[in-house]
């Protein structure tokens, strides 16, 4: 089945790092636009990051500076480094595939499960 | 603050009509580009409904329907049944952000 999986979630205080993974099946990542998306939580979605099948990268201004999007491609896996994480990055992580059909349409089509980030101390 | 503005909430009985709105601006809806829809029920990822304003992924069932206007666009949900009952997020791309937006969600309640 395709499916997209993530993985790193967990408890850690403010001002910490934290490495989220996404291992994809079916699809392979370096050929696709893939992305992070974060829902804290009762709240809404926000974007967070994309990296298209060109390396180049793109974020929200709340973690521009702070994340990096990164994959590797021997593994088929799309990563967010995640650094100076504050209390308002706590959120279910989702990793989802973007697809493009023309310059105007832009939408995510396959969704992992997520990941919980908790920051707190 | 979402940059797409959708109703928190709407309702409606089973076999009614409702739908639910989504306001952007010159730089996101209005500047042409598309809006898609996706439905969360609780503790699950979002899924895709509506792409590309008015088209159904396969699966969907036809009582969905979507439709953009100038700088809005709805959803449309016919026949309601309970299991329509979940949260709904509309989603375009900002070319002054340059990145991808989302409404705020509407929780519909299936009464």
């Known amino acids: 089945d395709v499916q997209l999986v993530e993985s790193g979630g967990g408890l850690i205080p403010p001002g910490g790092s934290l490495r989220l993974s996404c291992a994809a099946s079916e699809i392979t990542v370096s050929d696709n636009y893939m992305s992070w998306v974060r829902q804290a939580p009762g709240k809404g979605l926000e974007w967070v990051s994309s990296l298209y099948s060109g390396g180049r990268t793109y974020y929200a201004d709340s973690v521009k500076g702070r994340f990096t999007i990164s994959r590797d491609n021997s593994n088929n896996t799309v990563f967010l480094e995640m650094n100076s994480l504050r209390v308002d990055d706590t959120a279910v992580y989702y990793c989802?595939?973007?697809?493009?059909?023309?310059?105007?349409?832009?939408?995510?089509?396959?969704w992992g499960r997520g990941t919980l980030v908790t920051v707190s101390s | 603050q979402s940059v797409l503005t959708q109703p928190p909430s709407v309702s409606g009985a089973p076999g009614q009509r409702v739908t639910i709105s989504c306001t952007g601006n010159?730089?996101?809806?209005?500047?042409?580009?598309?809006v898609h829809w996706y439905k969360q029920l609780p503790q699950t990822a979002p899924k895709l409904l509506i792409y590309g304003n008015i088209n159904r992924p396969s699966g969907v069932p036809d009582r969905f329907s979507g439709s953009k206007a100038g700088t809005s666009a709805s959803l449309a949900i016919t026949g309601l049944r309970a299991e329509d009952e979940a949260d709904y997020y509309c989603q375009s791309y900002d070319s002054d952000l340059i990145g991808w937006v989302f409404g705020g969600g509407t929780k519909l309640t299936v009464l």
């Open positions: 989802a595939r973007i697809v493009t059909r023309s310059v105007v349409t832009w939408y995510f089509d396959l």
């Open positions: 010159s730089s996101n809806i209005g500047g042409g580009y598309d």
